[in-house]
C-alpha cells in the first residue's frame, strides 16, 4: 500500500509497526534480543518488499526511505 501511495504523489507515507504493550511492542523493557528478534521478523520481509518495488520501479532513486526505531518516551507517559 505504501508503494500505491508513492506512485499516487502522496509525498510523506508513515508505515507504523508495533502497539501493544511491552513485548507485543517495540518498547521492550526486558528479553531485548528475543523481542526485536520477534518484532524484525515481522518487518523485514515487507521492508525489503517496498525497497524491492520501488528500486523495480525506478522510484527509489527520488524516494528517501527512512526506517528508525522509537524515538523515546514523552514525559506525559511518565504519570
Do not use: I
Not at 510523506?12 to 521478523?41: I, P
Amino acid at each position: 500500500m505504501a508503494r500505491r501511495m508513492v506512485e499516487h504523489g502522496v509525498r510523506f507515507v508513515q508505515v507504523y509497526s508495533g502497539g501493544g504493550h511491552q513485548q507485543e511492542s517495540w518498547d521492550a523493557h526486558f528479553g531485548l534480543k528475543e523481542n526485536h528478534d520477534l518484532h524484525c521478523a515481522e518487518t523485514d520481509v515487507p521492508m525489503a518488499g517496498l525497497l524491492t518495488d520501488l528500486k523495480r520501479r525506478g522510484m527509489l532513486d527520488e524516494t528517501l526511505v527512512v526506517w528508525g526505531g522509537e524515538f523515546g518516551r514523552m514525559p506525559v507517559s511518565q504519570g
